[in-house]
């Protein structure tokens, strides 16, 4: 059996998905669909509270394509957390007029490399990564990933010290997006049907094309990677939400 990488594990990730019910939606009166944007937005500002108090993040993107409309990505400290604000949406009015289109689950992860004997957890560097606030970039490109497990190619057959070096190697490629995209990985063994959920984040839009592009070269990718339905999307703030519903 070889090694097992270990990780270092912080909030725990949903990302939720959601198709408007339009043609429903505009057969409301235009004060009652007032009423339950004030209502979704008193959830948000309660999301704001948590974020104030470093207690978890969010981020509200809509999605282009028919894929789905919006997105809500919440991360907090525990799993049950994330059910409760799911649940609580999903008992508000704006859900009677949403259909989930699909959801993640995961939890933000780093891979830990790091000499033996150091406390990962006393690095305030890897806390911010692992207890993250989630930027307020202008557009958000959402996937889920797995390493390949066929045949001759096996990630998980290979060597631990061959995993590192080609991991190293594929870093490289992400750092030199550095201030350009913003990356959250979450694992998602045992929570979702793929094992990592990969998150960006970028006021440039075409960032998101070269970077999985020039991935793609990068051997992780092109002989381990298997790659599930991505979702790109523009941000929601708060401000445009009324606008957003406005029909």
Request: proline content about 4%; hydrophobic content about 40%.
């Amino acid at each position: 059996m070889t090694e097992a990488a270990q990780t270092l594990d912080g909030w725990y990730s949903l990302h939720d998905f959601r198709t408007v019910d339009w043609t429903t939606w505009k057969m409301l009166p235009a004060e009652e669909r007032q009423e339950i944007i004030q209502e979704f937005l008193g959830l948000v500002e309660k999301w704001n509270k948590t974020q104030a108090e470093k207690q978890g993040s969010h981020a509200l993107y809509t999605i282009v394509g028919q894929k789905a409309d919006f997105m809500m990505m919440i991360l907090r400290p525990t799993m049950e957390e994330l059910n409760e604000i799911e649940t609580e949406f999903n008992k508000s009015k704006l859900a009677e007029y949403t259909i989930p289109a699909h959801s993640y689950v995961s939890v933000v992860e780093l891979s830990n490399y790091l000499p033996a004997g150091e406390d990962p957890y006393q690095n305030p560097q890897i806390l911010a990564r692992l207890y993250p606030e989630l930027p307020k970039a202008k557009h958000v490109c959402f996937y889920p990933m797995d390493k390949r497990r066929q045949g001759e190619d096996n990630w998980y057959m290979l060597p631990m010290e061959d995993r590192r070096n080609m991991m190293r190697s594929h870093g490289m490629i992400g750092r030199q997006y550095a201030g350009k995209v913003k990356q959250i990985i979450t694992g998602s063994v045992g929570f979702d049907d793929y094992e990592w959920g990969v998150t960006l984040f970028a006021d440039d839009v075409l960032q998101f094309k070269k970077l999985v592009y020039e991935m793609r070269f990068d051997e992780v990718s092109a002989r381990y990677g298997e790659f599930g339905s991505f979702f790109v999307g523009n941000l929601l703030e708060e401000d445009r939400v009324a606008a957003y519903l406005n029909v």
